[in-house]
């Protein structure tokens, strides 16, 4: 029994074997020419052409020879990412001392409220004071001087209001001058020096 032509090439299309895309469209248009009549499930249009979907092949994609993935070529919105926010550490004045003694002066006094201020305005930072002495003594008694003179400032921190805690007083005895012999004065000093810095605030 023979089998008409035009139901062979529609179980071949419905089949889907692996005829390309521009033979299958070529046969379904013959298939319309021949009753006019949908062929496949497929429509046929006046002029005798299929409208059947055609796909392009795999291999006639160029993906800049298939190197690059598919997601280089989607479109995203560019995230805005916020700066960091970034403080920088004060610098505060020296508080200076009078030889041998380790009792705050008017001076060091305006720089400590300073100190003050803004320990209140940055609740997490901390502070170290660090005592320093001139060379006119031992350097075991400029030790212990250095860190009466850091006492004294960390003392007066707390009778502002701020949590001892957050101060650490350290003594630096003479071992770190900022002069020589001809200006000993400035080496009778505390330093208060922020060390820990929190950058969210």
């Known amino acids: 029994m023979s089998v008409p032509i035009r139901f062979v090439l529609c179980a071949v299309l419905a089949l889907g074997l692996c005829l390309p895309g521009a033979l299958a469209k070529d046969a379904c248009k013959k298939c319309c020419m021949s009753d006019g009549k949908a062929c496949c499930g497929e429509k ?73 201020a803004y320990l209140k305005e940055h609740p997490n930072d901390k502070v170290r004071i660090e005592g320093n002495c001139c060379d006119l003594a031992s350097n075991d008694y400029n030790v212990q001087l250095g860190q009466r003179r850091a006492e004294a400032v960390k003392q007066y921190l707390v009778s502002q209001g701020i949590d001892a805690g957050r101060i650490a007083a350290v003594s630096n005895g003479e071992e770190k001058p900022v002069a020589g012999m001809d200006h000993r004065e400035t080496n009778r000093r505390a330093d208060v020096v922020v060390w820990f810095l929190d950058a969210a605030h």
């Open 44 to 116: 046929c249009t006046k002029q005798g052409e299929c409208t059947m979907t055609t796909f392009a092949s795999p291999d006639s994609v160029n993906w800049n020879q298939k190197r690059v993935s598919f997601g280089n070529y989607l479109k995203f919105a560019k995230a805005e990412i916020p700066e960091p926010v970034v403080r920088q550490a004060p610098v505060f004045e020296p508080i200076y001392f009078d030889l041998d003694k380790a009792v705050l002066k008017p001076a060091g006094i305006e720089t400590a409220n300073k100190a003050v």
